[in-house]
């Protein structure tokens, strides 16, 4: 008997059927017509998530000097809420922003005061932090009233910071007021760019200023895998959003009343769930668009919007007491548009007498039909009767968001798929499925190579059954196709 050790396997040699499956179908597409970008996402394979640290530019001012007039000048849209009244802002929140080719993050305070106590001081204190938080400021100033005591109050503040100061005289609208922004010289913070926020004059000039202000150098950092998960909770006004973040929280952290509408901006919360700690985002109530049709409220729906895009995973929260309204279905639709992991959470559940569950639970499955893969909690936030079985549906949704099937396992899958159930003849003609790989998780997002056009009903199906053979609760699932036709087929 030889002591002989057999040869080694070469190191690229398939090692499965899965592998040798993908690899027969890669050498099948050299006879197909594939561009740059088709064979970078053949080509793609998971890397580490990073993200840019973009610079940020804060907005501070004393209350109703236009600063919220001014982010939307901005950013260019109509997403921070704006009336003509002081105090409607106030939390910071963050918008993406851009200009001369620069990206950096906006940030929205509320109006800074002082000696004031009540939700005045949580504003002021929260704009304090904004000013931390910030790489630059523009300080905003009334050019129409000039420097008040707060205002000089502020320049204290900001000098206290070391952070690099704009001055912007804001409602200047003609050479009146730029006569009165020139005064505004005396604050010793350089020199005041006259503005108008709400018609656009001179706010080039000053974000010229504010890029100069900022760093050129940003840094990417790698995404902390352990760094607390963003939640969105989500739903109509007064389905007990705060709630449910006041009970998971085990305190009051944010204002509970039976009015709907009570919650205006998003508010972030650190929480401990089961012994992980979550940030939790509680927005406000999605309303019918005929009741937004100017106010606080409309732009408040917008920020919303913008919670559920930064967060990683939304918690629709449905009344049990009530059946399923058009507003319902428009949160669900938001979410799953975003491409966020979804949990539907059935509040006031213990309002439901025993033997109206039965019928409520045949009327959500007929409501929430093409919703079935979205795992479903029923809970009361109130009592926080069944709250614990929350973090097993969460941790259930976001596994399916982050997950990642290997190509050889995904081509195997549609191999089969396809020999039992190949796309119907239409025609004359049946489209061949190629090939097939995941470009992206979070949401994943898969690329099917095909010799022609794949029907919605079929891609339906496809969903469908990668849902049954990989899992994929609580996330949705994006396909998209690219037809490729073999070489030289055009010249025939």
Known sequence: ?????????????????????????????????LTDEDMAALAAEPEP??????????????PNVGKSTLV?????????????????????????????????????TGGWEKNVTGIDLSVAQAAEAGIEMSDAVVFVVDATVGATATDEQV??????????????????????????????????????????????RGTGDLLDAAMAALPTEMHHVEVDDDAPRRIALVGRPNVGKSSLLNTLAGTDRVVVNEVAGTTRDPVDEQ??????????????????????????????????????ERAEIGLVLLDASVPLTEQDTRVISQVVDAGRAIVFVFNKWDLVGEDERFLLERSIEQDLVQHTW??????????????NRLL?????????????????????????LVAEHPHPVRGGKQPKILFATQA????????????????????????????????????PIQISVRVREKRGARRK
Do not use: C
């Open 1 to 33: 008997m030889s002591d002989e050790l057999p040869a080694p396997r070469p190191s690229d040699a398939p090692e499965s059927l899965d592998e040798i499956r993908e690899a027969a179908l890669r050498a099948g597409l050299d006879a197909y017509e």
């Open 49 to 62: 998530v990073t993200q840019e640290a973009l610079p940020v530019l804060a907005i501070i001012g004393r």
């Open 72 to 108: 939307n000048r901005i950013i260019g849209k109509r997403l921070a809420v704006v009336e003509d009244k002081p105090g409607v802002t106030r939390d910071r929140v963050a918008y993406p922003a851009e200009w001369a080719g620069r990206d950096f993050t906006l940030l929205d």
């Open 155 to 200: 320049v204290k503040l900001l000098r206290q910071s070391g952070k690099p100061v704009v001055l912007a005289a804001n409602k200047v609208d003609g050479p009146q007021g730029e006569l009165e922004a020139a005064a505004l010289w005396n604050l010793g913070l350089g020199e005041p760019h006259p503005v108008s926020a709400l018609h656009g």
């Open 271 to 308: 929480v401990e769930i089961g012994g992980r700690t979550w940030t939790l985002v509680d927005t406000a109530g999605i309303r019918r668009r005929v009741h937004m049709s100017k106010g606080a409220d409309f732009y408040a729906s917008l920020r919303t919007q913008t919670a559920i």
């Open 374 to 387: 979205v795992p479903r909690v029923n809970l009361s936030a109130k009592t926080g009767w069944h709250t």
């Open 392 to 416: 097993p549906a969460i941790d259930l949704a976001l596994s399916s968001w982050d997950l990642r099937v290997s190509t050889g396992r995904l081509n195997s899958f549609l191999g089969e």
């Open 440 to 475: 992206a998780s979070r949401p994943p997002r898969f690329v099917i190579f095909a010799s022609g056009f794949l029907e919605p009903q079929y891609r339906r199906f496809i969903e469908r059954r990668l849902r049954e053979a990989f899992g994929f609760e609580g996330t």
